[in-house]
């Protein structure tokens, strides 16, 4: 099992990972850290050029990505691309990769992994707000972006199966009690299943976790234990007896 030197985390990249790949070099990140990316990251949309401009681009920050399954974009599960994907064992859980990008690992929904001796839970998709935008625009949209009902079932059974003892959360939207009204268009009807179930793992586990982290909404906002990430690079803190350092 491996040991990162540090776990940084950021939001959305949409496959424009020139920006990233500035900051990390700046920050001299090496073989032996890791970056988590809360969705949308962008690998996987055209399964053509775009994708692989993106990797080629990204492959040259010399860390491992670990990515979840954002809404503008497929997951390394769906139709058209999974014959890429390797499932394989990561830190006591299973996540994908393509043999050719070894280091660009992506997490499976609702999967728990042991990363640094500290316990994550991995919960990805979110609703797209932009839906109609999209569609009169021509860009793609993809029908697996969230959840479906025995996806959700099954995330809450592998919670209840943990013991409710989780530490940290990385979803690419937040639960329920924290939707930002600010960023929702005038006039949209959001789609909130997903806030729903994360809202749902939190009333399950309390304030057993020591914190949440998101991307999606495109802001740098924390309240309590839950915080939204977008262009900012965080090294996740260290776990203490009082929870965050």
Same mark, same amino acid.
């Given at each position: 099992?491996?040991?990162?030197?540090?776990?940084?985390?950021?939001?959305?990249? /949409?496959?424009?990972?020139?920006?990233?790949?500035?900051?990390?070099?700046?920050?001299?990140?090496t073989a032996d850290d890791l970056v988590i990316i809360l969705g949308d990251a962008g690998l996987n949309?055209? !399964?053509?050029?775009?994708?692989?401009?993106?990797?080629?681009?990204?492959?040259?920050?010399?860390?491992?990505?670990?990515?979840? /399954?954002? !809404? /503008?974009?497929?997951?390394?599960?769906?139709? @058209?691309?999974?014959?890429?994907?390797?499932?394989?064992?990561?830190?006591? @859980?299973?996540?994908?990769?393509?043999?050719?990008?070894?280091?660009?690992?992506?997490?499976?929904?609702?999967?728990?992994?042991?990363? !640094?001796?500290?316990?994550?839970?991995?919960?990805? @998709?979110? &609703?797209?707000?932009?839906?109609?935008?999209?569609?009169?625009?021509?860009?793609?949209?993809?029908?697996?972006?969230?959840? !479906?009902?025995?996806?959700?079932?099954?995330?809450?059974?592998?919670?209840?199966?943990?013991?409710?003892?989780?530490?940290?959360?990385?979803?690419?939207?937040? $639960?329920?009690?924290?939707?930002?009204?600010?960023?929702?268009? $005038? @006039?949209?009807?959001?789609?909130?299943?997903?806030?729903?179930?994360?809202?749902?793992?939190?009333?399950?586990?309390?304030?057993?976790?020591?914190?949440?982290?998101?991307?999606?909404? &495109?802001?740098?906002?924390?309240?309590?234990?839950? &915080?939204?990430?977008?262009?900012?690079?965080?090294?996740?803190? $260290?776990?203490?007896?009082?929870?965050?350092?």
């Amino acid at each position: 099992m491996p040991i990162y030197s540090h776990i940084y985390l950021t939001g959305d990249t /949409h496959g424009d990972f020139r920006e990233l790949c500035r900051t990390l070099t700046d920050m001299r990140v090496t073989a032996d850290d890791l970056v988590i990316i809360l969705g949308d990251a962008g690998l996987n949309i055209d !399964n053509g050029e775009h994708d692989l401009a993106a990797r080629r681009l990204l492959n040259t920050v010399p860390c491992t990505f670990f990515c979840i /399954h954002g !809404n /503008h974009e497929r997951r390394p599960t769906s139709p @058209g691309i999974r014959w890429r994907y390797r499932p394989f064992i990561w830190c006591s @859980g299973i996540a994908y990769m393509e043999p050719e990008y070894p280091r660009f690992i992506f997490a499976k929904d609702g999967e728990h992994y042991r990363i !640094n001796n500290r316990e994550f839970l991995v919960i990805g @998709g979110a &609703h797209s707000i932009d839906r109609r935008i999209r569609a009169a625009r021509g860009l793609p949209w993809f029908r697996d972006e969230q959840l !479906n009902r025995r996806e959700q079932k099954a995330v809450l059974q592998s919670v209840r199966d943990h013991q409710l003892q989780e530490d940290i959360i990385l979803a690419h939207t937040c $639960p329920y009690r924290f939707r930002p009204f600010t960023k929702v268009p $005038p @006039g949209c009807e959001p789609d909130w299943s997903m806030e729903v179930l994360l809202q749902k793992v939190l009333d399950m586990i309390e304030d057993r976790y020591t914190a949440f982290w998101c991307g999606h909404w &495109h802001l740098e906002q924390t309240s309590g234990k839950v &915080h939204f990430l977008f262009h900012s690079v965080i090294e996740l803190p $260290p776990k203490t007896a009082s929870g965050l350092a």
